[in-house]
């Protein structure tokens, strides 16, 4: 059976795409350095006798089985906290894992899968984002190390089509959320679902009038799949995220309406760069793929709040 390799899939969204392809019945190769996936996000899977897990950092050379028929190239830390605590390495991650990868996919005729970002957008003046939109980053900014390593990834994966012939798909994939982050992922969803569980006050960056849409895992990893399967012609880039759009004000709103409690809202500065507005136009998702979410906000944040309420009973983490 040929091999289906997801570098990154022992993070939040690898380890829920690596549980779709294992239940389709297809043989899964994970390969993550756990800088912020854990070994509990696959435990379940690691005596599957079609999933096998290495520990491999992707900037390091690697050589993947020759059965391979497709990669999905998720390895990339993707809260701002993480991929800011060593941004050279984030660089590094986007740039030469993808130089690896791809290389890889070339030398065994393999198909791959980008995980690439709403982060391409910036601090967007174009509202809501087409894939047509080109963007406006900051290239000096503490996001830069995220935002243009993935934008040079972008730039690798599609110089390989064109010179090398190699079979590529590029999602940009916007704020998505759900089972399995880590509790001090840093990420406005998990932060404030554990806040509001824990009783602490939910933190506010800025007046929390900036925007994001919010996209439900298990929707998004629909989208993979169905990306992946997609005809050789379409290669993308293509966003990927639910269009609803919420302040983070009323994100808060919601998960207290959810959890209940007491929380107070605790207002902290707005971090540099800190995009203004996000939404996404999947009008070319919804053309191309017949994709479009299914899993409202109010929905998903319920079935989030159920994870973390049971992961802070477990003691290691409360
Ligand atoms: P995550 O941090 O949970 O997962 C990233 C995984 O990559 C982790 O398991 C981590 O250990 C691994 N990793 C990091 N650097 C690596 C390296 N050098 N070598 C091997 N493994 C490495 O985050 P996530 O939300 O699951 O994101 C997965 C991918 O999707 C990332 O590439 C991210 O940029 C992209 N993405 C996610 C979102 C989102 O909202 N969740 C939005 C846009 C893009
Ligand atoms: N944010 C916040 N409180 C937090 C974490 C984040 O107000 O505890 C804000 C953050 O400033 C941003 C939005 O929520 O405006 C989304 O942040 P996140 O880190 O989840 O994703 P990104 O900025 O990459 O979209």
Same mark, same amino acid.
């Given at each position: 059976?040929?091999?289906?390799?997801?570098?990154?899939?022992?993070?939040?969204?690898?380890?829920?795409?690596?549980?779709?392809?294992?239940?389709?019945?297809?043989?899964?190769?994970?390969?993550?350095?756990?800088?912020?996936?854990?070994?509990?996000?696959?435990?379940?899977?690691?005596?599957?006798?079609?999933?096998?897990?290495?520990?491999?950092?992707?900037?390091?050379?690697?050589?993947?089985?020759?059965?391979?028929?497709?990669?999905?190239?998720?390895?990339?830390?993707?809260?701002?906290?993480?991929?800011?605590?060593?941004?050279?390495?984030?660089?590094?991650?986007?740039?030469?894992?993808?130089?690896?990868?791809?290389?890889?996919?070339?030398?065994?005729?393999?198909?791959?899968?980008?995980?690439?970002?709403?982060?391409?957008?910036?601090?967007? %003046?174009?509202?809501?984002?087409?894939?047509?939109?080109?963007?406006?980053?900051?290239?000096?900014?503490?996001?830069?190390?995220?935002?243009?390593?993935?934008?040079?990834?972008?730039?690798?994966?599609?110089?390989?089509?064109?010179?090398?012939?190699?079979?590529?798909?590029?999602?940009?994939?916007?704020?998505?959320?759900?089972?399995?982050?880590?509790?001090? %992922?840093?990420?406005?969803?998990?932060?404030?679902?554990?806040?509001?569980?824990?009783?602490?006050?939910?933190?506010?960056?800025?007046?929390?009038?900036?925007?994001?849409?919010?996209?439900?895992?298990?929707?998004?990893?629909?989208?993979?799949?169905?990306?992946?399967?997609?005809?050789?012609?379409?290669?993308?880039?293509?966003?990927?995220?639910?269009?609803?759009?919420?302040?983070?004000?009323?994100?808060?709103?919601?998960?207290?309406?959810?959890?209940?409690?007491?929380?107070?809202?605790?207002?902290?500065?707005?971090?540099? %760069?800190?995009?203004?507005?996000?939404?996404?136009?999947?009008?070319?998702?919804?053309?191309?793929?017949?994709?479009?979410?299914?899993?409202?906000?109010?929905?998903?944040?319920?079935?989030?709040?159920?994870?973390? %309420?049971?992961?802070?009973?477990?003691?290691?983490?409360?």
């Amino acid at each position: 059976m040929k091999k289906i390799v997801i570098t990154g899939g022992a993070g939040f969204l690898g380890s829920h795409l690596c549980d779709r392809l294992i239940e389709a019945g297809r043989a899964v190769l994970c390969l993550d350095n756990l800088f912020t996936g854990r070994r509990e996000n696959i435990a379940h899977l690691l005596d599957h006798p079609r999933f096998e897990f290495r520990e491999h950092d992707v900037v390091r050379p690697l050589a993947l089985p020759p059965d391979t028929a497709e990669i999905y190239n998720l390895a990339c830390p993707a809260s701002p906290v993480y991929y800011q605590a060593d941004p050279i390495h984030t660089m590094q991650t986007s740039v030469q894992g993808a130089l690896n990868l791809l290389a890889e996919a070339e030398r065994l005729g393999a198909k791959i899968f980008q995980a690439s970002t709403s982060e391409i957008y910036g601090d967007p %003046d174009v509202h809501p984002q087409p894939e047509s939109y080109r963007g406006s980053v900051n290239p000096i900014g503490p996001r830069a190390c995220y935002d243009e390593g993935k934008r040079c990834a972008e730039t690798l994966f599609f110089d390989y089509r064109r010179g090398r012939g190699v079979a590529i798909k590029v999602a940009r994939i916007f704020n998505t959320y759900g089972p399995r982050m880590h509790p001090q %992922d840093g990420r406005v969803v998990s932060n404030f679902i554990v806040q509001a569980l824990k009783g602490q006050p939910l933190t506010i960056y800025g007046d929390g009038r900036q925007t994001r849409s919010f996209c439900y895992c298990d929707d998004l990893v629909a989208g993979f799949l169905l990306l992946m399967d997609s005809p050789d012609t379409f290669s993308g880039p293509v966003n990927l995220g639910n269009p609803g759009e919420f302040t983070v004000l009323e994100l808060a709103q919601k998960v207290l309406e959810i959890v209940g409690g007491r929380s107070a809202l605790e207002f902290r500065p707005l971090p540099q %760069d800190d995009p203004r507005q996000r939404r996404p136009d999947i009008s070319l998702a919804g053309r191309e793929l017949g994709w479009r979410p299914a899993v409202d906000l109010a929905e998903g944040l319920e079935r989030t709040v159920a994870y973390f %309420d049971d992961l802070l009973r477990r003691e290691e983490y409360s």
